[in-house]
């Protein structure tokens, strides 16, 4: 569902409701131009505009696929164009056998079709039957040339099935699985490809929004990063690598193999690495890294090890943007699952111990702190002194949680940054 609020008072304006009975699982997102707001409804892979001004649509596109493959990212829009892809899948049947994520590039003004992408190759590695993967899940970015940066999500089945363990349904790199692809925006063009993953075993995704930079020196780079753990700068024009870091606990995640009738742990996990989106400023590539393993059997996960969120912890990590060097790295007693927020020399970030917090963006010293009414997984908007974050996940207490409500609250929480020095006080 949309809501419109006043920024000044948080008073509701207006709603669009669309209360799906098989929702988008995520991430989602509103993205506004041209005084209208684009929106994706991912259970029916609809893509929908709406007139800024009272919510009334103004037009709807269906994108689904044949296997039911829906949407789970933001929209993006860029010189009357809106950018949205489908997934592998939707919540009721996910990465099953031939479904494939699909790149749509469609006319803001009418919502019609221009040109698609399909990210799987060679009829999905091979095997359509039993592989799957693709798509994007976080919105593209685009240079000043207009040139068109996209992050794409994994390959699976993942590790594999019993009849096909370790991935080798899918033999070779797995392209476009993991890669970050450059297009021309006009024509739909692919210009170049990178896999930063390939033949990804463990639902490793390079699935971030790019970040475009342009360093001090002229070299004009793109920075890609995921669930694999590894930021990577590339150069803009050729696509060659420019530096690449491994960031967080690593373990396992090259192996191509599980031992037989034993499983494997592996770091970062399915819901590991860098899971949500970077930020750049002055010279620093900030990653936020979640800390949670996950335990594989050759044909999926091992049920003697299920996902434990309560012990996932994180980092956020500043890199050289000139040479991916560490500047510094915080340490989190939770995942920072809101992704990262750079404001001025502040760098905002939260997790589902819901405590937002601040810190010095050259050298990561924590300046303030504030505790939200639930836990946080959406990166919070900047707006003039005004930081909002969406408090509307599951509160998993940690060490820096204070004062828990006893009945989390989902709430949108504005702060206002306070002009001495760093407090943090609800703007309303």
């Known amino acids: 569902n949309v809501i419109a609020l006043a920024f000044d008072s948080g008073e ?35 893509v929908v505009a709406l007139n800024a001004e009272d919510g009334t649509e103004v037009w709807r596109t269906n994108i689904r696929g044949p296997l039911n493959e829906g949407i789970t990212t ?29 790149i749509h590039a469609l006319d803001a003004k009418t919502g019609g079709v221009l040109w ?10 091979g095997n359509p039957r039993v ?43 797995n392209d476009y699985a993991n890669n970050i692809l450059k297009f021309d925006p006009v024509t739909g063009t ?39 753990g590894i ?57 936020p890294v979640y800390q949670l393993p996950s335990f594989y059997t050759g044909g999926g996960f091992d049920p003697n090890h299920p996902f434990d969120f309560t012990t996932a912890t994180g980092l956020i ?13 915080v340490e989190l007693p939770t995942g920072p699952l809101a992704g990262i927020t750079v404001t001025n020399d502040v760098v905002w970030s939260s997790g589902l111990d819901g405590a937002v ?24 908007a900047a707006s003039g002194d005004t930081v909002i974050f969406a408090a509307g996940g599951p509160l998993i207490p940690s060490s820096n949680t204070s004062n828990p409500p006893e009945t989390p609250a989902a709430t949108i929480v504005a702060l206002r940054v306070g002009a001495g020095g760093g407090d943090a006080t609800p703007a309303a």
């Open 74 to 102: 933001a929209p993006m829009v860029y010189n009357s164009v809106v950018y949205v892809s489908t997934i592998p899948g939707d919540q009721e049947s996910f990465y099953g056998g031939g479904q494939r994520g699909v």
């Open 190 to 228: 692919l210009t170049w490809s990178y896999n930063v993953k390939p033949h990804d075993v463990f639902d490793l995704d390079n699935q971030l929004t790019p970040v475009i930079i342009d360093l001090e020196d002229g070299r004009k780079i793109v920075v890609t990063s995921g669930k694999h």
């Open 357 to 380: 917090m601040g810190f010095n963006a050259t050298d990561g010293t924590e300046l303030f702190r504030w505790q939200a009414p639930a836990g946080i997984n959406a990166t919070s």
């Open 116 to 125: 698609y992408f399909d990210t799987t190759t060679d009829n999905l590695w």
């Open 131 to 173: 592989n799957s993967g693709g798509g994007f899940w976080h919105p593209p970015s685009v240079d000043d040339e207009g040139n068109l940066y996209v992050g794409i999500g994994n390959a699976a089945p993942y590790p594999g099935t019993e009849e096909w363990p370790a991935a080798t349904s899918r033999p070779g790199d």
């Open 12 to 46: 509701e304006l207006w709603r669009h409701d669309v209360n799906q009975v098989v929702p988008s699982g995520g991430p989602n997102g509103v993205a506004a131009a041209y005084g209208w707001l684009f929106l994706t409804e991912g259970g029916t892979a609809d």
């Open 231 to 287: 930021v990577v700068a590339l150069d803009r024009e050729s696509g060659l690598v420019v530096w690449r870091t491994p960031v967080g606990k690593h373990m396992n995640d090259d192996a191509t193999t599980i031992p037989e009738g034993g499983f494997l742990e592996v770091w970062p996990g399915t819901l590991g690495g860098v899971e949500t989106p970077m930020a750049y400023a002055n010279g620093l590539v900030y990653a």
């Open 317 to 329: 990590v500043a890199l050289n943007a000139a040479d991916g060097t560490i500047a510094w790295q």
